[in-house]
């Protein structure tokens, strides 16, 4: 059973810069279809994550400000915040899925419990 936890949320004035870190148990993709989604407005949103392969995706509003990163060893999922705006400001979530057949089989995703980010100015 793959268990996700968040932390590194917090307030910061806009310009400011956090990492979320995910530490997850019960899976063996290092980070593979692991990433991270934002929910800000009610709407559910994909901010970035790893695809089966290794490769990093994030999404275009916050490209060249959010990085994802790994450390494989200690199982945690990294989302570096630069720059940051109030308009990021929501509930950040990690996710992981397992990975089947080149692909993220999503109907096996697992939600950590979320980490507030707070953006004013």
């Known amino acids: 059973q793959v268990q996700l936890v968040e932390s590194g949320g917090g307030s910061v004035q806009t310009g400011g810069s956090l990492t979320l870190s995910c530490t997850g148990s019960?899976?063996?993709?290092?980070?593979?279809?692991m990433g991270w989604f934002r929910h800000a407005s009610g709407q559910r949103e994909w901010v970035g994550g790893i695809?089966?392969?290794?490769?990093?995706n994030v999404l275009g509003l916050v490209r060249g400000r959010f990085t994802i990163s790994t450390d494989n060893d200690k199982n945690i999922l990294y989302l570096q915040m630069n720059n940051l705006k109030p308009e990021d400001t929501d509930t950040y979530y990690c996710?992981?899925?397992?990975?089947?057949?080149?692909?993220?089989?999503?109907?096996?995703?697992?939600w950590g419990q979320g980490t507030r980010v707070t953006v004013s100015s």
């Open positions: 996710v992981a899925d397992k990975a089947r057949f080149g692909a993220c089989a999503t109907e096996s995703r697992v």
């Open positions: 019960g899976y063996t993709n290092n980070g593979r279809c």
């Open positions: 695809s089966p392969d290794g490769s990093v």
